[in-house]
């Protein structure tokens, strides 16, 4: 997983806080196309507060983001270091060992 999330230069994302996360783990530069509209909905909330710290364009109807995309992949590329901490994104496997550790089960 950790991979196919590095191959990801640009993506284009609803803005869900999973696909966020998913996207900042391979630092791709994100395109938000929110499927929640409100200023204060949950997927503008996040693209208004990340965007100091990551590369995020929040689009506001599907008519811009022919522009957002040009633009995003006309940027330098950002280096993706090798020497960073990453995220696990295998929380069925840690929850799994921690039931297997609690019931003295052997796996």
Known sequence: LSML????????ISGGYNSLVEVMEGRASIIIVPTQVQANDEQCLHAGRL?????????QG?????????RAVTEP????????????????????????QDLNIRG
């Open 5 to 12: 999330h590095a191959a990801c230069d640009v993506a284009v």
């Open 51 to 59: 965007a100091r710290h990551v590369p995020v364009r929040l689009v």
């Open 62 to 70: 599907i008519q811009d983001l022919c522009e957002a995309v040009k």
């Open 77 to 100: 590329v950002r280096r993706k270091s090798a020497a960073r901490s990453s995220i696990s994104l295998d929380g069925a496997e840690a929850i799994r060992k921690i039931l297997f």
